[in-house]
């Protein structure tokens, strides 16, 4: 879960709390975004999300997450089933441009280690200023694929 707020520093120990019970320590990514990795919740719908800046012996900033567990999307949310995608270089990303109060948007993709429970620091790539419409056609071939 990425974290926006112009509020972090690189020396908080910032940890995230879910439903008020299990705590998760973020990584800090610049002064404007930190994430954490979503544990494990066994629970659906939305919950309520602490944030910590100081090791977890305050939490003074909330928020709410929706949880949904995995093939089981609410009508707004798109998946994308892995045997439509991954021997393919192209897809079609959806969203609910309604739920986005912005015209243009950033899509970063990023690789998770399921593993390793973590996410990987470079983004797999990344798509700046995407108009708002709800849809963004994406093309891993190679001959489309820049560095980040």
Known sequence: ????????????????????????????????????????????????????????????????????????????????????WANSTKTVLTWNQNAINESHIDIDISLFDSFEFRFHQASLASFKHVPNSGSYHLDFSEENISST
């Open 1 to 84: 879960m990425f974290i926006g707020g112009p509020c972090y520093k690189p020396n908080d120990q910032i940890v995230c709390r879910f439903n008020k019970t299990i705590e998760v320590a973020a990584v800090y990514v610049s002064p404007e975004l930190a994430y954490c990795i979503t544990p494990p919740l066994y629970v659906v719908g939305l919950i309520q999300v602490e944030l910590s800046l100081d090791g977890g012996a305050t939490f003074n900033y909330t928020g709410t997450f929706r949880s949904i567990p995995l093939g089981r999307n609410p009508p707004d949310i798109q998946g994308l089933e892995v045997e439509h």
